[in-house]
Nanobody
Framework: QVQVVESGGGLVPAGGSLRLSCVAS????????MAWYRQHPGKQRELVADITSGSSTNYADSVKGRFTISIDNAKNTAFLQMNSLKPEDTAVYYCKADLTTSTGWGTVTSDYWGQGTQVTVSS
């Protein structure tokens, strides 16, 4: 069984910073990459940033230059450093892990999601 747990959300004034963490645990054979998504109230979940196990990164235009994603493959952990936060960054942030896991009969590759962490930026 695999668990993905996010932490680090909270309330911060505009212009402030937060660092989100995401840890995947369980019978993980390999970590193929991790990503951060966010969901504003009443809207669809959107990609914020993703990173491969080789540390290739991709960012949404709205966060380029302000957010930085990083990964620690050995610990199956991803981070999202968020600087110069804006009120429009307020959302629930979700971590997704692309993992290959060990089963009794081989391996399975799938996406695993965390439960989300709330980020609120006050104006």
């Amino acid at each position: 069984q695999v668990q993905v747990v996010e932490s680090g959300g909270g309330l911060v004034p505009a212009g402030g910073s937060l660092r989100l963490s995401c840890v995947a645990s369980g019978r993980i054979f390999s970590n193929n990459g991790m990503a951060w998504y966010r969901q504003h109230p009443g809207k669809q979940r959107e990609l914020v940033a993703d990173i491969t196990s080789g540390s290739s990164t991709n960012y949404a235009d709205s966060v380029k230059g302000r957010f930085t994603i990083s990964i620690d493959n050995a610990k199956n952990t991803a981070f999202l450093q968020m600087n110069s936060l804006k009120p429009e960054d307020t959302a629930v942030y979700y971590c997704k892990a692309d993992l290959t896991t060990s089963t009794g009969w081989g391996t399975v590759t799938s996406d695993y999601w965390g439960q989300g962490t709330q980020v609120t930026v006050s104006s």
